[in-house]
């Protein structure tokens, strides 16, 4: 994913709440999601595009799938964030580098009160992570890997650190990022398998979903939740819908209840 910085700022249209005309930055600046964490974990929200057929990937990757203005608001929301949280499988297809890449938006984040960089965490069950990944040589990076590996990386230049757990704990290894490293908020960016292990343990609070008015086909392709099903359908509320040429960019809260929905007669 590359940065969007330099492009011109997208003009978005509002739908809900209250309709008007405003830029990915000026979206996100109402978010402060650092406020609403609970004692035990950090808030996370999920950021996914996917198509009108529900596919998250198109041979295998987000490029042909995402637009300016996707880009635009996915860079932006790692401004409102104490750390970005991403899937081995997509850190290794999409090489991730440094977070926020971008001077401005680093600045745009010291404004809001947050670390200059977000943390970056990773999560690998096997720890089979390639040390050339750009995110693992940036040294401004700060990057906590949650693995259930014994081993460390070895020829990195980020300041890596482990959370270890075998199996892979996630909510124990978010609540011990929340305690002991202070992280309040996350944005995690999948893939789906993270975010169905993530969904399946009720730790998402928020989505944010871009759908793209395109059809993919390809029976078997990856949905933005890529795991067993739930034992029954999760509701959400619509906090805010924005469009732009046809693309819906939609933020939801999880809940309110997680019951499962009355079933038709
Ligand atoms: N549309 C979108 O917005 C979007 C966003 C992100 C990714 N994608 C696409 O999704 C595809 C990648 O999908 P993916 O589902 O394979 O990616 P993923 O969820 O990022 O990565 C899966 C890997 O993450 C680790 N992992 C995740 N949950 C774990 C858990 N509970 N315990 C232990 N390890 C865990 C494992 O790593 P190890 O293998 O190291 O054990 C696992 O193999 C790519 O095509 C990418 O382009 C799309």
């Known amino acids: 994913m590359t940065a969007a ?95 926020v890449p971008d001077a401005a938006r680093r600045e745009q984040r010291r404004h809001a009160g947050l670390e ?55 909510a124990g290894a978010l609540a011990q990022l929340r305690r002991a490293h202070g992280v309040r908020a996350i944005l995690c960016e999948g893939g789906p398998h993270l975010n169905a292990a993530l969904l399946a343990q009720e730790l998402i609070d928020e989505l944010f979903l871009t759908t793209v008015p395109v059809l993919a086909g390809a029976a078997g392709a990856l949905s933005i939740m890529d795991g067993a099903p739930l034992q029954a359908p999760l509701g959400l509320s619509l906090r805010w819908m924005v469009e732009h040429e046809g693309e819906i960019f939609a933020r939801y809260a999880i809940g309110p209840a997680r019951q499962p929905r009355p079933q038709p007669a």
């Open 116 to 170: 200059a960089d977000p943390l970056a965490i990773v999560v690998s069950g096997s720890l089979d992570l390639a040390s050339d990944l750009p995110l693992l040589q940036d040294r401004a990076s700060r990057v906590v890997i949650i693995t259930a590996a014994q081993h460390s990386l070895q020829g990195v230049h980020a300041q890596v650190e482990y959370v270890r757990c075998a199996p892979v704990d996630l």
């Open 5 to 99: 910085r330099n492009e011109p700022p997208v003009v978005l249209r509002r739908l809900l709440p209250a309709a008007g005309e405003l830029t990915a930055d000026e979206l996100v600046e109402e978010l402060r999601p650092w406020e609403m964490a609970g004692p035990q974990r950090p808030h996370v929200a999920v950021n996914m595009v996917h198509t009108c057929d529900g596919r998250a990937a198109v041979h295998g990757r987000t490029g042909p799938i995402s637009s300016l203005a996707d880009r635009q608001l996915f860079h932006a929301l790692r401004t409102r964030v104490d750390a970005v949280m991403v899937g081995a499988g997509t850190l290794r297809v999409e090489r991730y580098g440094r977070m």
